[in-house]
């Protein structure tokens, strides 16, 4: 059974499907994932934590296992891995630094 993301306005334009295999910080859950690639990578995050059965009061990210960096989020999935990646869901995390506005 694969994740499927539905289109939005968001993302028109960006048809073009892309598979990966998404695990969680642990490794005890793989599920593998076809998405448009115009859909930001906070949406596919939340549907895969949904997925998973991860908590919903956390902000999740992917992290791509092979360059080991974390993708934008704000920013579409689909330039950010290359097919058939494999992108681990951690739980959003800043460390130092000030977020912008904040004191």
Do not use: C
Not at 10 to 37: K, M, R, W, Y
Not at 87 to 101: E, F, K, N
Request: net charge negative; no cysteine.
């Amino acid at each position: 059974m694969q994740a499927k993301i539905e289109h939005t306005e968001q993302n028109a334009g960006s048809e073009i499907p892309i598979s990966f295999l998404a695990s969680n910080i642990t490794g005890t859950q793989s599920v593998p994932v076809e998405v448009n690639g115009g859909l930001s990578v906070r949406s596919v995050a939340d549907s895969i934590a949904a997925r998973m059965a991860l908590p919903e009061d956390v902000a999740w990210a992917l992290r791509d296992d092979d360059s080991s960096t974390y993708l934008d989020e704000s920013r579409p999935i689909g330039p950010q891995i290359g097919p058939n990646s494999r992108v681990t869901i951690t739980p959003q995390t800043h460390l130092g630094g000030v977020a912008q506005g904040g004191r």
